[in-house]
């Protein structure tokens, strides 16, 4: 069946400094991918999204580009800031058209 | 525009006894789901409403949850009994029609359940 793989956290990174959260995915046919972000104590939020191979999603200054040929979907930010502090969840809508979900990861940013 | 509403946010009960999820989607919305978020782990889908009929309760334990969308707006999600295992945050979602790609589903702030 379709999942999703994403690096293990916590994560932390200083402010200003560069982000990059692995994620690769297993999936018949041709998924849609999702980042989302859930803060402190709220709901998940989506961050962005691509749903065709070499689209890039953008968003708050986060970026991931939809790649067939590596099945991923790496989510990237070049200069991250205390307020990004959250756990980002990887996500694929396959031919079942479930969400399915990576485990999340955590990230901190310390000033 | 309001979110998605949940309530309660936080509930604590002892193991064998009964519990109740309420959920109002965004006004409009056709479509609503439940998921399972346990702690450490991505959201699992329980059930998903098309209006008040249900499109996919596949991986629903049946045995002892229960979900009802009676008039295709608000729903509810029940655990009897509950057991250890069932302590997760239990979210609710909605989307403007079906799950489609471009279709994005929004989330409520989730419900913290811990089975003592």
């Known amino acids: 069946g379709d999942s999703v793989t994403q690096m293990e956290g916590p994560v932390t990174l200083s402010e200003e400094a560069f982000l990059t959260i692995n994620c690769t995915y297993t999936a018949t046919g041709y998924p849609s991918l999702f980042w989302y972000v859930q803060y402190p104590g709220e709901g998940l939020q989506l961050l962005l999204k691509?749903?065709?191979?070499?689209d890039k999603g953008s968003n708050k200054g986060f970026e991931a580009t939809y790649r067939k040929e590596t099945t991923s979907f790496h989510l990237e930010k070049g200069s991250v800031q205390v307020s990004d502090s959250a756990v980002y969840f990887c996500a694929l809508l396959g031919g079942s058209e479930k969400l399915v979900f990576g485990k999340g990861t955590k990230l901190t940013v310390n000033p | 525009e309001a979110g998605v509403a949940q309530s309660p946010r936080y509930k604590i009960i002892e193991k064998r006894q009964s519990v109740a999820f309420w959920c109002n989607p965004i006004s409009g919305h056709a479509t609503l789901y439940w998921y399972q978020q346990i702690l450490g782990q991505g959201p699992k889908l329980l059930i998903q409403?098309?209006?008040?009929?249900?499109?996919?309760d596949s991986q629903l334990p049946k045995d002892r949850f229960s979900a009802e969308r009676l008039k295709g707006v608000d729903s509810t999600l029940k655990i009897q009994p509950a057991k250890l295992e069932d302590s997760a945050v239990y979210l609710c979602a909605s989307s403007p029609r079906g799950a489609g790609g471009n279709n994005e589903q929004f989330f409520g702030p989730g419900t913290r359940l811990t089975v003592l």
């Open positions: 691509a749903t065709k191979a070499d």
């Open positions: 409403f098309q209006n008040n009929g249900v499109v996919d």
